[in-house]
């Protein structure tokens, strides 16, 4: 049995969900999120509760039963708050700015690194050596958030690269003369 399914989605004021067959609408404050999920469960809305049943105890079933009650949760919070991620810069001469929607790194290669921010993200330099890019979808804030540190990756000798802010890099010792 799940643990997280059983749990009810309590609705925070202001938000209006709509069910229609397995698929969801969920309006709030920030934006509106949008989701599908599989026939094996079925969901209910009680007032301000949502409920995620099973509906039946087929291994699929009990496969999507915790994970559709996680992802309408991250959507819920997502329209009353929204999601942000913190990258930081390290290295001499590495830095960030953004011009008209795209995002332009200097992270030590012999040329700029471009980026077209989409459209449902907002992408912020709060210093040259720090992003914040934040929005509405877990998903895709994570999604660019891992597609902008994949262009150099903290390297353990000296630590240089873009890293989340939360991230701890475990250092190395150099070679011995």
Request: glycine content about 10%; some cysteine.
């Amino acid at each position: 049995m799940s643990r997280v399914g059983k749990k009810i989605i309590d609705l925070p004021d202001g938000i209006d969900v709509s069910i229609i067959e397995n698929g969801i609408t969920i309006k709030g404050a920030k934006g509106e999120l949008n989701a599908n999920f599989p026939d094996t469960v079925k969901l209910e809305k009680e007032q301000d509760k949502v409920r995620v049943i099973p509906l039946n105890d087929s291994k699929d079933a009990k496969a999507s039963w915790g994970m559709t009650r996680t992802l309408i949760n991250n959507m819920v919070t997502g329209v009353s708050e929204g999601f942000s991620k913190i990258l930081e810069i390290n290295g001499v001469g590495y830095r960030a700015s953004i011009e008209s929607n795209i995002l332009t790194l200097q992270l030590g290669y012999s040329h700029d690194i471009k980026l077209a921010i989409p459209n449902d993200l907002e992408v912020k330099c709060t210093k040259p050596t720090e992003i914040l890019v934040s929005g509405i979808d877990k998903q895709k804030v994570g999604q660019f958030s891992s597609e902008i540190r994949r262009l150099r990756k903290p390297e353990p000798y000296k630590g240089k690269g873009i890293k989340y802010q939360e991230e701890f890099i475990r250092r190395k010792e150099g070679k011995k003369k």
